[in-house]
């Protein structure tokens, strides 16, 4: 009896040490290279590399970022697994570039809230003048739908009215994001005009403007 508790014992011992690395081989090839590259963030925001200043590091990191997708698009995941972790990519990028901007002075985040004399426009509150900075900055290193830059601000910990009021209050084109985003997808990967307009649909925009999008491409 006491043989057949041990036996039992060692089995259970034998299959939880076998449990990590059957978790790690599962993953897929795309997801190892997004722990690289988060890794890699994660280091540059940390350090800080010494006297870069913020924009410098931002372009790093926009820089890392790129590269990371251009090796996705190269392992033999499937497409779809593919996207997936470029998009969880795109985000942590993202959210290092805000927090960096957050640390930027003020003035450079909300100057687009301001009035013509500098002084800040006191009916708006703060943080909604804060998101309206933030969905700018985001746009200067990246094209989103209008769905999109509001998921993001979500994800940056923006309550709800204060990214509505970003999206609605932003000077942008959401055709021409949508042309820029066709124009991205199709420089990391060759997929097809249908493919194309449902990654579109897929990435926040409306059937107009991924339409817009298949019809203005070059």
Same mark, same amino acid.
């Given at each position: 009896?006491?043989?057949?508790? !041990?036996? =039992? /014992?060692? %089995? /259970?011992?034998?299959?939880?040490l076998w449990?990590p =690395?059957?978790?790690?081989?599962? *993953?897929?090839?795309?997801?190892?290279?997004? +722990?690289?590259?988060?890794?890699?963030?994660?280091e540059?925001?940390?350090?800080?590399?010494?006297?870069?200043?913020?924009?410098?590091?931002?372009?790093?990191?926009?820089?890392?970022?790129?590269? +990371?997708? &251009? $090796?996705? *698009?190269?392992?033999?995941?499937?497409?779809?697994?593919?996207?997936?972790?470029i998009?969880?990519? &795109?985000? $942590?990028?993202?959210?290092?570039?805000?927090?960096i901007?957050?640390?930027?002075?003020?003035?450079?985040? /909300?100057?687009?809230?301001?009035?013509?004399?500098g002084?800040?426009?006191?009916? !708006?509150?703060?943080?909604f003048?804060?998101?309206? +900075?933030?969905?700018?900055?985001?746009?200067?290193?990246?094209?989103?739908?209008? $769905?999109?830059?509001?998921?993001?601000?979500?994800?940056?910990?923006?309550? $709800?009215? %204060?990214?509505?009021?970003?999206?609605?209050? !932003?000077?942008?084109?959401?055709? &021409?994001? %949508?042309?820029?985003?066709?124009?991205?997808?199709?420089?990391?990967?060759?997929?097809?005009?249908?493919?194309?307009?449902? @990654?579109? !649909?897929?990435? +926040?925009?409306?059937?107009? @403007? %991924?339409?817009?999008?298949?019809?203005?491409?070059?």
């Open positions: 009896m006491k043989n057949k508790i !041990i036996k =039992t /014992i060692l %089995a /259970i011992c034998l299959v939880l449990l =690395t059957l978790n790690v081989s599962s *993953q897929t090839e795309s997801e190892q290279k997004y +722990g690289e590259v988060v890794a890699l963030l994660t540059l925001t940390e350090d800080k590399l010494n006297n870069l200043s913020e924009y410098e590091l931002i372009s790093m990191i926009v820089y890392s970022i790129n590269e +990371g997708i &251009e $090796e996705i *698009q190269t392992l033999e995941d499937d497409e779809s697994v593919k996207v997936e972790w998009n969880e990519l &795109e985000k $942590e990028g993202l959210l290092r570039i805000k927090n901007l957050l640390e930027i002075d003020g003035e450079e985040i /909300i100057k687009t809230s301001n009035n013509a004399d002084s800040l426009k006191e009916d !708006i509150p703060r943080e003048k804060n998101a309206l +900075g933030t969905a700018e900055s985001y746009l200067k290193f990246m094209s989103f739908s209008k $769905e999109g830059l509001y998921d993001q601000l979500i994800f940056g910990k923006y309550p $709800e009215d %204060a990214a509505e009021y970003a999206v609605e209050n !932003i000077n942008v084109d959401w055709n &021409e994001n %949508a042309l820029k985003s066709a124009l991205n997808y199709l420089d990391f990967m060759s997929i097809s005009n249908e493919a194309l307009y449902d @990654q579109l !649909i897929f990435a +926040g925009y409306t059937p107009e @403007q %991924a339409q817009y999008a298949i019809d203005n491409l070059d």
